[in-house]
């Protein structure tokens, strides 16, 4: 059974930064895409960002390109989320998730089949 884990989320000012982690149980880690996605109240799960199992390919949603930055360290079973300039509505839960394949139009799991519990992150203006 996987097991993952995200710790880093917190409260922050706007323009701030927070870095999230999310550590991965099993062996088998390096051998799967993994995944950022955020959920804010009253709205739907959305896709923040992935990143290949080797992290040499990253992609990166339009509200967070450039600000968020993704990566994993195999060796360390973990895979990170850096976020900066950070805004209000950047607030939400952030779901770390494991899958063989990013599959963007495969809403609402987008190909993942492992999900962590989620970190909240909050935002003040």
């Known amino acids: 059974q996987v097991q993952l884990e995200e710790s880093g989320g917190g409260l922050v000012q706007a323009g701030g930064s927070l870095r999230l982690s999310c550590a991965a149980s099993g062996r088998t880690f390096g051998n799967y895409t993994m995944g950022w996605f955020r959920q804010a109240p009253g709205k739907e799960r959305e896709f923040v960002a992935a990143i290949s199992w080797s992290g040499g390919s990253t992609i990166h949603a339009r509200p967070v390109k450039d600000r968020f930055t993704i990566s994993r360290d195999n060796a360390k079973n973990t895979v990170y989320l850096q976020m900066r300039s950070l805004k209000p509505e950047d607030t939400a839960v952030y779901y770390c998730?494991?899958?063989?394949?990013?599959?963007?139009?495969?809403?609402?799991?987008?190909?993942?089949?492992?999900w962590g519990k989620g970190t909240l992150v909050s935002v003040s203006s």
């Open positions: 998730a494991r899958g063989a394949r990013f599959q963007p139009r495969s809403i609402p799991d987008y190909g993942m089949d492992y």
